[in-house]
């Protein structure tokens, strides 16, 4: 798909069929996140992929937020393989993770799979649940999957401010 259309067409899907994303659609969707940037190409991040009964029902008892997805990525970082910025007031964890999920996101539409950027839970509780390494981070969770019937965007999903309010030329 054109790049264009697919920024302009991708939402937040949230009513799924319960179908999985087929094998070699999510090997596409994952090499796009190992494709991102990040900081100094440290790499830090870690996903995990949940599609099996056990692992999306400890994604329900995280978050309502599944909407029925039938695979959900964990987005995490390594705390411990981070840039720190001059001045030591942040690192660049939470932004490589960032963009590692926005690259996957869109790899998502790109690839006709929905998506859904999950911040409605608590990442600790979520590390905890599956047991995750103490130095990983866990940013998001993406739900991935195929728009049940019905779903489409929001209705202020197109509402956008006008580039003069977000831009300022310096």
């Known amino acids: 798909m054109e790049f264009t259309k697919v920024i302009e067409e991708r939402y937040s899907c949230k ?12 090997e596409a969707i994952l090499e796009a996140g190992r494709l991102a940037p990040t900081a100094k190409n440290l790499q830090e991040q ?3 992929v ?11 008892k995280l978050t309502p937020c599944r909407y029925g997805a039938g695979t959900v990525l964990i987005v995490a970082f390594d705390s ?4 720190v910025y001059p001045g030591e007031k942040r690192d660049s964890g939470i932004e490589d993770a960032a963009i590692v999920a926005t690259h996957m ?7 006709g799979v929905d998506s859904c950027w999950l911040n409605f839970f608590d990442p600790d ?4 649940e ?3 390494p103490e130095n990983e981070e866990v940013l998001m969770l993406l739900d991935l999957g195929y728009g049940a019937e019905g779903a489409g965007p929001l209705a202020n999903h197109g509402s956008r401010k006008p580039l003069s309010e977000t831009v300022t030329y310096l």
């Open 130 to 132: 599956f047991g995750l």
């Open 46 to 48: 870690k996903i995990y």
């Open 125 to 128: 509780a979520a590390a905890k």
């Open 80 to 83: 411990k393989n981070v840039f």
């Open 15 to 26: 009513k799924y069929d319960g179908r999985p994303v087929e094998p070699e659609k999510l």
């Open 105 to 111: 996101m869109l790899a998502a539409a790109n690839a």
């Open 50 to 60: 949940v599609q099996s009964p056990e692992g999306l029902a400890k994604i329900d």
